[in-house]
């Protein structure tokens, strides 16, 4: 499957901006599915802009000093398409070569004299650049349908489901230990572990709509995932450490590693760790990069714009994490 649709591809080449006196530009898009009708649903005219796309099925493109011959190769291949332009007079041309693979650079372009039967100022002189359709800078906000808010809202209601059924395993087999867990995630010397409980499942009761599942980090708030919150924005990473080792010590999840996302890889911190550690750890960092760009959702506006790809990838890399913490909850 594709990162983008057509129909969001072509939101994305609107929202890019053209550069001064640029009558020409190339993206790069990536499709995993049927090239042929992805180009018929790209072919589009945007007032004085003609929008094609051309199916690249050779090794075009590949060799950056060889971009400037596949240019003009592409061109004289749709020497038809393009001269037929001509009657509607536009003033610039946008091109999507849609590849199998994915753009392994930043960008690459190349001076170029537009051919003599080009539709818009032939015989120019000028500069174009290739450049990947869902790795541009200023592709989406944080809101775009590439976080895919709502699937990390599910997982993280799915987790937090998974973490008060444990809770109440071990306050059955172990009262003890579900003590000492539940008075390290609180911050307190002793608690009622019944009126904890309730109190979570209670919150889980009242969300109706997984997917539109919103954590926070509210001292009102009766949620496991709230006071794992807490525990992640009041300590450093150390201390995070930290508590993750007392957690572990009372509710061991060592039965295997899971494969952190990449946030909690960048916040590993120093010494050695039993395997229930380090899951507890990561579980931390996913609950609160879950929270994070949920709130960046939220206020996208404040952050500005990010590359769709980047955003797709870190959503697709936490459910892959999320998922995989509730599976080692649900099924061991």
Known sequence: MSIVTAQRANELISQAP???????????????????????????????????????????????????????????????????FKKNRPEKITVVVLMKESFSKAQIGSPITLPTW?????????????????????????????????????????????????????????????????????????????????????????????????????????????????????????????????LGLHMPIGERLLKPSYLAVTLRPRGDYTTSERNWFSILVGIYQSYQIMNAAAHSGDYGMYPPALVHYNSCDLQLFLEDAHALFAYG
């Not at 599915?33 to 790209?42: F, K």
């Not at 690249?56 to 037929?84: G, P, Y």
Request: aromatic fraction near 6%; include cysteine; glycine fraction near 4%.
């Open 18 to 84: 053209w550069s001064e006196n640029e009558v020409l530009r190339v993206f790069w898009l990536q499709v995993d599915g049927s090239r042929e009708e992805m180009a018929a649903a790209l072919r589009t005219t945007k007032g004085k802009e003609e929008i094609f796309a051309v199916i690249v099925r050779d090794d075009s493109f590949k060799i950056a000093n060889r971009v400037l011959t596949d240019m003009s190769l592409l061109l004289e291949s749709c020497r038809a398409q393009l001269e037929d």
């Open 118 to 246: 080009f539709p818009i100022r032939p015989g120019l002189h000028t500069h174009f650049y290739l450049t990947d359709l869902v790795g541009l800078a200023s592709g989406t906000l944080l809101s775009g349908p590439e976080a895919q808010i709502d699937h990390v809202a599910e997982l993280i209601f799915n987790l937090e489901q998974a973490l008060v059924n444990s809770l109440q395993a071990l306050q059955a087999d172990r009262a003890m230990q579900a003590h000492a867990f539940i008075c390290i995630l609180l911050d307190k010397e002793s608690v009622d572990m019944s009126r904890v409980t309730a109190d979570y499942q209670a919150h889980l009761s009242t969300i109706i709509m997984p997917r539109g599942y919103r954590p926070n980090a509210s001292k009102n708030t009766k949620s496991i995932v709230t006071d794992m919150l807490r525990i992640f924005l009041s300590k450093n990473i150390d201390n995070l450490a930290k508590a993750a080792k007392n």
